[in-house]
């Protein structure tokens, strides 16, 4: 599993884990990401249950293992948060912070230890270290019980399944060209976007956020002027259509 740098300050630094060639074929790829800042790091939609192994091992060359303090989980699906009972016994004096709708899904994956942090509609904040991320709600964006993370230093937003891109593990890691990427999340974006209301709101409310990166769970991040380029394209596109 790759592991690459998105930012790093004096303050804290952004990792993104992916891009597996080990993994299963018929296993979607999934961005994984990490921010840790001084003795203290959360991970945010650790990953599929098949994915554990090569997850545990990329953030061990990073952090010790104490200092994951958080999980996060922008919503309900297996392919962010299956791994969740392995992470249980792993770090089972950990918090999840997930959608408060949720939870009584999410421990479906095996939860024993590990607290769960229920985050309220309106979205919420969590200081990690000296790192205060944001909780910015995206009902609907695939979930009805589903949030984004925003770092105002770092100028990130970890956008989930929006921006998402399905493509083989050894693309990019940053969109180079965004008409040809176009054809790798339209289908993805009609299908599993189901309403223009939700998006609507969605791309007002980050369009108050300062974003130099948008990095989404699968495929690749959105750097500079992609961000605003990838937020046009969306804010045009018409979603939830079954075809």
């Known amino acids: 599993m790759k592991a690459t740098e998105l930012y790093k ?3 804290h630094k952004w990792i993104v884990l992916g891009r597996d060639d080990t993994k299963p074929d018929k296993i979607i790829d999934t961005n994984q990401y990490m921010i840790v800042s001084r003795d203290e790091a959360i991970i945010l939609d650790p990953g599929g249950i098949e994915l554990f192994s090569p997850m545990l091992a990329g953030i061990l060359k990073q952090v010790d293992l104490p200092h994951i303090k958080y999980l996060f989980a922008s919503h309900q699906d ?3 948060i299956s791994s969740l009972g392995l992470w249980d016994k792993t770090i089972p004096n950990a918090k999840l912070y997930a959608p408060w709708l949720w939870e009584g899904f999410i421990r479906h994956f095996g939860m024993e230890h590990i607290e769960y942090m229920p985050i ?3 979205g919420g904040e969590l200081r990690v270290g000296s790192a205060t991320l944001k909780f910015v709600p995206a009902h609907y964006l695939h979930s009805s019980g589903n949030f984004n993370v925003y770092d105002p230093v770092a100028k990130i937003l970890m956008s989930g399944d929006i921006g998402a891109a399905l493509e083989d593990a050894d693309a990019p890691m940053f969109v180079d060209d ?5 054809k790798k999340m339209e289908y ?3 299908r599993w976007m189901p309403s223009n209301k939700a998006k609507a709101n969605w791309i007002a409310r980050v369009r108050e956020l300062e974003i130099n ?3 989404p769970q699968h495929g690749r991040i959105f750097k500079g002027e992609m961000v605003d380029e990838f937020l046009t394209w969306f804010a045009k596109l018409d979603v939830g259509i079954a075809s």
């Open 213 to 215: 990166m948008l990095a």
């Open 178 to 182: 965004f008409a040809s990427h176009i």
């Open 9 to 11: 300050s004096a303050t």
């Open 78 to 80: 297996p392919d962010i």
């Open 120 to 122: 309220k509609d309106e």
């Open 188 to 190: 993805f974006h009609k």
